[in-house]
T-cell receptor, first 115, second 110 residues
Framework: DAGVIQSPRHEVTEMGQEVTLRCKPI?????LFWYRQTMMRGLELLIY????????DSGMPEDRFSAKMPNASFSTLKIQPSEPRDSAVYFC?????????????FGDGTRLSIL | SQQGEEDPQALSIQEGENATMNCSYK?????LQWYRQNSGRGLVHLIL?????REKHSGRLRVTLDTSKKSSSLLITASRAADTASYFC??????????FGRGTSLIVHP
């Protein structure tokens, strides 16, 4: 079975540019999570969706960040404008049943570098 | 803020030895999970232990949970070089929203 698929795997761009990260969850999963991982702050939950609806976005750092889930098989995380402090590895994860009691399945992440 | 914190931050052992990692958390939980992350990859779920369970096994993995001390441990027996990875605990703080610790970096020398 295909796991969670994220693209791109690596992104290098200059500050001020718009960055769009993409995620395809596992088919049949109805919850999707976006995380950011840095050495300083560890793994932070940014936002999660249940049945394509954003449930909790309290982890989104600021208005420059936005996330959408137009359908059950696709989600985007957008940063506009990007800043060097946004450099991190961004992970998408999905699971079933809308509860974190089910194991989360992670993609391999997007390594983002903002110059 | 971090709900679960792993200890030690780094662990280096020889192949065949046992590796023990600990996780402490601050508030009551429903469940606690352990994940592994290989370099450059996403996290992989290892084991989930519910708040009413005290011990759980999966292959060479043994997880214990002490809710009175708000702590959990992950034991990997007879470690292998392939076990080299970072290990994270995830707790829900009773809210069903997972919070991950900073992880323990395990190196197993062949």
């Amino acid at each position: 079975d295909a796991g969670v698929i994220q693209s791109p795997r690596h992104e290098v761009t200059e500050m001020g540019q718009e960055v769009t990260l993409r995620c395809k969850p596992i088919s049949g999963h109805n919850s999707l999570f976006w995380y950011r991982q840095t050495m300083m702050r560890g793994l932070e939950l940014l936002i999660y969706f249940n049945n394509n609806v954003p449930i909790d976005d309290s982890g989104m750092p600021e208005d420059r960040f936005s996330a959408k889930m137009p359908n059950a098989s696709f989600s985007t995380l957008k940063i506009q404008p990007s800043e060097p402090r946004d450099s991190a590895v961004y992970f998408c994860a999905s699971n079933l049943a809308g509860s974190w009691n089910q194991p989360q399945h992670f993609g391999d992440g997007t390594r983002l570098s903002i110059l | 803020s971090q709900q679960g914190e792993e200890d030690p931050q780094a662990l280096s052992i020889q192949e065949g030895e046992n590796a023990t990692m600990n996780c402490s958390y601050k508030t009551s939980i429903n469940n606690l999970q352990w994940y592994r992350q290989n370099s450059g990859r996403g996290l992989v779920h290892l084991i989930l232990i519910r708040s009413n369970e005290r011990e759980k096994h999966s292959g060479r993995l043994r997880v214990t949970l002490d809710t009175s001390k708000k702590s959990s441990s992950l034991l990997i027996t007879a470690s292998r070089a392939a076990d080299t990875a970072s290990y994270f605990c995830a707790t829900d703080g009773g809210s069903y929203i997972p919070t991950f610790g900073r992880g323990t970096s395990l190196i197993v020398h062949p």
